[in-house]
């Protein structure tokens, strides 16, 4: 596949509610998205980078610079979305601006031969079930609010992002008021430390399906130890950034349940590679978000459809996050979101929507020397 070149396009999405975690809280969206230009077809990718660098050391114009000056100016001549990767990896990390340009290309080459995402990853499922994230709240009724909300559009799973301060109250409360059928599980995003595990022992009492993240990013030794000490599953997030990360991980036995994000991994081959090896070690993984917008969405939600995800996704429906998407909206049917099977990603971003939040644009040409 020769490549054209690379349309970086900027995008302003407001969230129809600000969204709390323990990391900061997030009002805007500040998108960047990838599109290539093929002769034969475009391809779209989402990085999930966010504004600033608190939820992980990546952040919207860093992805934008690298992506400018390293990740396109590296694309061979002809490009074959399944080894990219090998022309990115002398760039160390930035992995969610790495996942952006190959989730183009793959969207780029798989629609040129009208295959879709479910198809080439694997997909055994028409549909998905749909967790919720719901950030931290002023107070707890008001959490009781949004999370009734939820339930009522039919949400499967529930997740409540904890800090300290916020933790056993709010998890009493929505134990207490939506009973132990709820499917529940909390994410604390590092916010503690190995020092905290005797608080943390108190969720155990509240039959969560997973605690997510609980200590730092890069302390797999100390999650670990604490994994030992509750009974509430050890699920990763920030942790694993690589299959690597998740093996390092397993061997240590720091975590019995994985988030798969693949713009935190380095997009949805290693997705894919990281789903395998919990799979084959009887890990249990789901599917992370990152806030998305349809373009996002729907190559999660493909691979969400892969055989090891066994619990429901943060693959909430568009309304969830916007009141305007940028593409055809997902939507909750029965609690769940249909996989696209359309080529590519199956979905494409409207014009007038995608126009109408654009803040900017800039074409990278792609020059190869000698025609090379
Ligand atoms: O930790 O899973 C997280 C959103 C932004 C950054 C990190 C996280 C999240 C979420 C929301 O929990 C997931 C979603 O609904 O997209
Ligand atoms: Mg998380």
Not at 90 to 109: I, S, Y
């Amino acid at each position: 596949m020769k490549i054209e070149g690379v349309e970086l396009r900027r995008i302003a999405m407001p969230l129809k509610a600000p969204f709390r975690t323990s990391f900061g809280v997030e009002t805007d969206r500040d998108i960047l998205l990838v599109r290539v230009e093929t002769g034969d077809a475009e391809g779209w990718g989402e990085c999930v980078a966010m504004s600033e660098p608190r939820y992980s050391s990546e952040h919207v114009e860093g992805a934008a610079d690298v992506l400018r000056r390293f990740l396109v100016p590296a694309l061979p001549a002809e490009v074959d979305a399944n080894t990219v990767g090998a022309s990115l990896a002398p760039f160390v990390g930035h992995r969610m601006a790495k996942a952006a340009l190959e989730t183009a290309l793959l969207d780029a080459q798989l629609r040129a031969r009208g295959e879709s995402f479910g198809a080439f990853l694997g997909a055994v499922r028409e549909r998905v079930p749909s967790g919720v994230s719901v950030g931290i709240m002023d107070s707890v009724p008001e959490l009781l609010d949004v999370v009734e909300g939820f339930i009522g559009e039919g949400y499967l799973r529930i997740k409540l992002k904890i800090a300290p301060g916020w933790d056993v109250e709010p998890v009493r409360a929505v134990r207490e008021r939506f009973g132990a059928e709820l499917q529940l599980q909390v994410d604390a995003n590092a916010a503690y430390t190995l020092a905290d595990a005797a608080r943390l022992r108190r969720l155990d009492e509240f039959g969560l399906l997973l605690i997510e993240q609980p200590l730092a990013d890069d302390d797999l030794v100390q999650h670990a130890r604490l994994a030992r000490q509750l009974t509430t599953p050890v699920c990763l997030d920030e942790s694993i950034e690589s299959a690597a990360h998740a093996a390092a991980a397993i061997s240590l036995g720091a975590c019995s349940v994985v988030n798969i994000k693949p713009g935190r991994v380095g997009g949805y081959l290693e997705a894919r590679r990281i789903h395998d090896l919990c799979r084959a070690h009887g890990v249990a993984v789901w599917c992370g978000g990152m806030l998305e917008t349809g373009i996002g969405r729907a190559a999660n939600v493909a691979l969400a459809a892969l055989p090891g995800f066994s619990l429901p996704g943060d693959t909430s429906a568009s309304s969830r996050y916007y009141a305007n998407d940028i593409t055809a909206p997902f939507e909750l049917v029965d609690g769940h979101l249909e996989v696209p099977t359309g080529p590519g990603t199956g979905v494409s971003p409207v014009p007038e929507l995608l126009d109408a939040v654009t803040t900017s644009r800039e074409w990278i040409a792609l020059r190869h020397p000698l025609g090379r």
